[in-house]
């Protein structure tokens, strides 16, 4: 008896909480942050170890870019969930963006931090693609001097083909774009379209045609091949 009137007393506040919850995800989701930041920062002096909730802060920060604050949040995820891939791949994701944004000098200080964060959820997740995409990327911009380089790239490029042909393809043809190899960018391009039929596929192609191969005709041809795509 006492544990159902314990039972009837929890309730509404549980249901409280699951419906602000609903209410933060849904300003979140609509962009408007502000709101949605309101509502988690009050679930969050309830629930200080709900990690959804401490995800959606460092999300919000993240997408505000409040670096120092997401990195805060990521880190506390870190703690809660030493196993969970996806924290370590954000945690890596504000760091390098916080590095993008920093003095040159500063922004050497994170490189091995941000790499290390990337690999940490590969290792925890050896299907984390997003991972092996910010590799990628990664290694594409940084210097030779402290690590850049286009084979590091490759190696995650093959292993997104292992994964998932689309992202593959996607992966050496943005390769091949950043170093100007446009035939060779639109090869892998045309691959991604042919697998996948998406509309980012679609949209990296034509990006292709009108930016860098100054083919404007080509772009109008791939953009209209996925409207006509879209109706059926």
Known sequence: MKRFFLLLFLFPIAAFSQSEYAKGEQFFNKGNYEKAKEIFIALYKKSPKDAGVIEYLGDIEAHTKNWNE??????????LKPSEANYFYKYGGALAMKAK???????LGMIDDVEDSFKKAIEL?????ESRWALVELYLQLPGIVGGSEKKAQKYAEELMSLSAVDGYLSKGHIAEYFKR?????????KAVEIG???TTYKKLADLYKNKMKQPEKAKAVLDEYAEKSKT
Not at 101 to 107: G, T
């Open 101 to 107: 944004e920093s003095n040159k000098f500063k922004a």
């Open 182 to 190: 446009y035939k060779e960018a639109e090869k892998n391009y045309k």
């Open 125 to 129: 997740n050896p299907k984390h693609i």
């Open 197 to 199: 039929r998406s509309k």
């Open 70 to 79: 997401a990195l805060g949040y990521y880190e506390k995820l870190k703690e």
